[in-house]
């Protein structure tokens, strides 16, 4: 993966003998796009949902829903045009977003703003 060295990096170990260009290409190639459950096994669309509320009152302050078609292409985008993300495993978090059961995924509270963040599929 081109998270582990750079396109100049395995140019030159190509140009050096050090890689073949069959596996040069292969680490220049992008990853493989994540494919995710877009339906439940009822055929009912599957989202992925955000919420942020209050610590102290619970009040809801952001409520995010996303369709699972949506959150793959935003996977698929990311892993092609954010550098920064090349060292994301993308396989996990689709595998993670797939698993058959619903629920939440992540809780985060950050107790200086007073807020809760979760996470979860439905």
């Keep these: 993966m081109i998270g582990d060295m750079n396109r100049a990096e395995i140019l030159k170990m190509v140009e050096a003998g050090q890689l073949s260009a069959a596996e040069a290409a292969a680490k220049l190639a ?32 952001v409520t995010v829903n996303l369709p699972m078609a949506w959150v793959q292409v935003g996977l698929s985008l990311g892993s092609h045009f954010a550098p920064e993300l090349d060292g994301l495993d993308w396989r996990e978090i689709a595998e993670a977003l797939n698993d058959k059961t619903t629920g939440r995924l992540v809780e985060v509270e950050d107790l200086e703003k007073g807020e809760r963040v979760e996470v979860y599929v439905d």
């Design 30 to 61: 992008p990853p493989p796009r994540p494919k995710l459950a877009l339906t439940t096994p009822e055929g009912k669309p599957r989202w992925l949902r955000v919420r942020v509320s209050n610590l102290n009152t619970d009040q809801i302050k």
